[in-house]
């Protein structure tokens, strides 16, 4: 099987899901459960944000947001999850000073896991002339997993921060990565491989 590079072209960072709710909500009693070590998993993303503003590589936030009479989550509430992520709830603002997010930074809302899903990603990416998709973010085996999926289908060369993501809980993390990886043998990898690979494909 190739193995490809890191970066296939032009890369986009895709931060998922990393809203204030995750700085703001200590409780360990949440809406939606998360491994351990979750908040500083989501902390260090801010390095890939930061590489990425350095580099020039574009920064996409994902934001998962529904109306605050619950009209869109359709099934979403049907399985471990309570209402989250509410209009209305500043805890679902994106995490803007943990994650440096600067003007010029793009934000995509939506109402269901994909950030693909009834959504303008793949406009943006298209005008961007995006080949590889960077993810960072939450939950690692629900809305980065299906993200990712639904980026393989698309033709993209996705690679996710192993060390950036955390999912409901390890087991589900661990076996989200190693379906990623399935999909493109080489997507999981380390912060600092793919900081190298923005700075290596910029020549900064």
């Known amino acids: 099987?190739?193995?490809?590079?890191?970066?296939?072209?032009?890369?986009?960072?895709?931060?998922?899901?990393?809203?204030?709710?995750?700085?703001?909500?200590?409780?360990?009693d949440r809406a939606i459960a998360n491994m351990p070590g979750y908040r500083d998993r989501m902390l260090a993303a801010r390095a890939l944000v930061d590489a990425a503003h350095e580099t020039g590589v574009p920064v996409i936030f994902i934001q998962e947001i529904h109306r605050a009479d619950g009209i869109d989550?359709?099934?979403?509430?049907?399985?471990?999850?309570d209402?989250?992520?509410?209009?209305?709830?500043?805890?679902?603002?994106?995490?803007?000073?943990?994650m440096g997010y600067r003007s010029g930074d793009y934000i995509v809302p939506k109402r269901r896991y994909s950030a693909f899903f009834g959504t303008d990603l793949e406009i943006l990416l298209r005008g961007l002339k995006v080949e590889t998709l960077l993810l960072c973010g939450g939950l690692t085996d629900v809305c980065v997993h299906y993200t990712?999926?639904?980026?393989?289908?698309?033709?993209?060369?996705?690679?996710?921060?192993?060390?950036?993501?955390?999912?409901?809980?390890?087991?589900?993390?661990?076996?989200?990565?190693?379906?990623?990886?399935?999909?493109?043998?080489?997507?999981?990898?380390p912060r600092d491989t793919l900081i190298a690979a923005m700075r290596a494909t910029s020549g900064a």
């Open 83 to 98: 209402v989250h992520c509410l209009d209305n709830d500043p805890r679902t603002e994106i995490a803007f000073d943990e």
């Open 1 to 28: 099987m190739t193995q490809r590079k890191t970066i296939e072209g032009r890369a986009a960072l895709i931060v998922i899901d990393i809203q204030a709710s995750t700085f703001i909500d200590m409780s360990s």
């Open 73 to 81: 989550f359709g099934r979403e509430l049907d399985g471990d999850e």
């Open 148 to 189: 990712f999926v639904d980026g393989h289908q698309w033709d993209y060369h996705c690679r996710v921060a192993e060390d950036c993501v955390g999912g409901s809980s390890i087991e589900a993390h661990e076996a989200s990565l190693r379906a990623m990886e399935y999909l493109q043998t080489g997507a999981v990898q």
